[in-house]
């Protein structure tokens, strides 16, 4: 068990599509959106090394989470819970999730 504090920003191109019912015209528009998130987790584990040379880990972890990501009822803002290393629940309910399996060769 470990404790395990992470931040990432990223930016990403957000597409919009607007539809005109009176003309059955379409159109989109493109905006950048920039998201700030971290987390404070707790990380849960299981390490084996076999013959001393070789090495498989396998964690998950589960905390606290934020993101300065819209979450309102935008489908276009609301529909990424992923962020490059671990996944945030909405605001409302900020819990937040990662997991990973490492295999390595172990250098004498």
Known sequence: IKPEIAFGFFSRDVWRYNYDPYSSYY?????????????????????????????????????????SENTGNDYYYNNSGYHYGYMIADNSFPISFSSGLKIGYLFK
Do not use: H, M
Not at 36 to 63: C, H, P
């Open 27 to 67: 159109d989109y528009q493109t905006s950048r959106s920039e998201v700030f998130s971290g987390t404070l987790q707790l990380i849960f584990g299981k390490q084996w090394v076999f013959d001393n040379a070789f090495a498989v880990d396998l964690y998950a972890g589960v905390g606290y989470g934020f993101s």
